[in-house]
């Protein structure tokens, strides 16, 4: 009965598959690739942009995800948080996860290739390998700027958005791509402290387990500052209004609070709390980028 119950639970599901492509934090990557898109133009986005651009960006996002999974099995083994994952816990076999991970690059790649352009799928495979080969093959083992370096690949979806849309690369689409590029750091780190520990159990290199934690906190506040003086640039270049001026100032603001709190270390839970109202942050500033858009375009 015993062994039953165990090859029950060993069974993969569409759960499984579903969870190796990280499917929350590609949710927030396709709003900030719709804002990209959205921003991009004046007139309206064509609706197999909007469809299959997004889908395609999503699957190759998902695919990079799911080889994630294979090549950090035995350090996600390791750790609390990720230690139930599909691969790791031998209900997807890595062979499986890897044919799933071709099989979505491959639809992803082209469905950009036929209903957006060259360029945008060209970069969206650079992001894919970004991910997938470089950061989780070799910085992530390598140094504690890894997610510094890796960043520019999460950061890439407004890019990829903006070019589905326009075939071309432009200052605007680069500005939203540095916004994500500055928030990258105080968003991993602060859960990088709260699970410092465990990073230091599988041996990865984290800064708060190769420089501390108040090293950690004084970059966080440091790229949090970076972060906020960025986001205002939008405004200052005259492509957002004061719409979203006013909501980046209290966001961000926000964002300065959280990384002060955590740097004086004057409330409990501070890193989670902060690695929390990293995502809050993102997903707001990119909402607000949007309404402001709608905005200007009807005065
Ligand atoms: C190299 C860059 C990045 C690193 C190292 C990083 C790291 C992480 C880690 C370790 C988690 C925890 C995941 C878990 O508990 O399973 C996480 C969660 C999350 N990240 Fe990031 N992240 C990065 C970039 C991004 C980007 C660019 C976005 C979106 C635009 C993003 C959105 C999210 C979201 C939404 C979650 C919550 C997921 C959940 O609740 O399941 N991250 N990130
Ligand atoms: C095409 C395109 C836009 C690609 C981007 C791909 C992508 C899903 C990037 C996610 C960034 C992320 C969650 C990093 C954490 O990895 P980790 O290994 O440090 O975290 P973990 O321990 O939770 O696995």
């Known amino acids: 009965m015993a062994t039953m119950l165990?090859?029950?639970?060993?069974?993969?599901?569409?759960?499984?598959?579903?969870?190796?492509?990280?499917?929350?934090?590609?949710?927030l990557m396709l709003i900030t690739s719709l804002v990209g898109m959205f921003l991009a133009t004046r007139a309206?986005?064509?609706?197999?942009v909007l469809l299959f651009g997004n889908l395609g960006i999503g699957l190759c996002a998902g695919a990079a995800a799911a080889v994630n999974h294979v090549v950090d099995r035995r350090i996600d083994s390791i750790m609390a948080?990720?230690?139930?994952?599909?691969?790791?816990?031998?209900?997807?076999?890595?062979?499986?996860?890897?044919?799933?991970?071709?099989?979505?690059?491959?639809?992803?790649?082209?469905l950009l290739m036929v209903f957006t352009n060259e360029l945008a799928a060209?970069?969206?495979?650079?992001?894919?390998?970004?991910?997938?080969?470089?950061?989780?093959?070799?910085?992530?083992?390598?140094?504690?700027?890894?997610?510094?370096?890796?960043?520019?690949?999460?950061?890439?979806?407004?890019?990829?958005?903006w070019v589905a849309v326009t075939g071309h690369l432009s200052a605007e689409a680069l500005l939203l791509v540095l916004i994500i590029f500055a928030w990258t750091p105080p968003h991993f780190w602060a859960l990088a402290i709260h699970r410092k520990a465990e990073y230091a159990k599988a041996d990865i290199p984290m800064l708060p387990v190769t420089h501390g934690e108040h090293y950690t906190k004084v970059h966080i506040l440091l790229y949090t500052l970076v972060m906020f003086a960025v986001t205002l640039?939008?405004?200052?270049?005259?492509?957002?209004?004061?719409?979203?001026?006013?909501?980046a100032l209290l966001?961000?603001?926000?964002?300065?609070?959280?990384?002060?709190?955590?740097?004086?270390?004057?409330?409990?839970?501070?890193?989670?709390?902060?690695?929390?109202?990293?995502?809050?942050?993102?997903?707001?500033?990119?909402?607000?980028?949007?309404?402001?858009?709608?905005l200007l375009l009807n005065i």
């Open 6 to 27: 165990r090859a029950h639970a060993e069974q993969a599901t569409w759960r499984d598959y579903l969870e190796l492509t990280k499917p929350r934090v590609v949710m």
């Open 81 to 110: 948080r990720t230690h139930k994952r599909p691969v790791t816990a031998g209900r997807v076999s890595p062979v499986a996860a890897l044919t799933f991970a071709l099989l979505l690059a491959i639809a992803g790649m082209s």
């Open 44 to 48: 309206g986005v064509p609706w197999t």
């Open 251 to 294: 966001l961000g603001g926000r964002f300065l609070h959280w990384a002060w709190v955590l740097y004086r270390d004057s409330k409990p839970h501070a890193a989670i709390n902060t690695f929390k109202y990293s995502i809050w942050y993102l997903f707001l500033l990119f909402i607000a980028l949007l309404a402001d858009h709608y």
């Open 233 to 247: 640039l939008p405004y200052a270049i005259h492509m957002s209004g004061p719409l979203y001026l006013v909501c």
């Open 122 to 161: 060209w970069l969206t495979l650079a992001s894919l390998l970004g991910y997938a080969v470089i950061y989780t093959g070799f910085l992530k083992r390598a140094t504690p700027q890894n997610i510094v370096i890796g960043g520019l690949a999460g950061a890439a979806p407004p890019l990829l958005g």
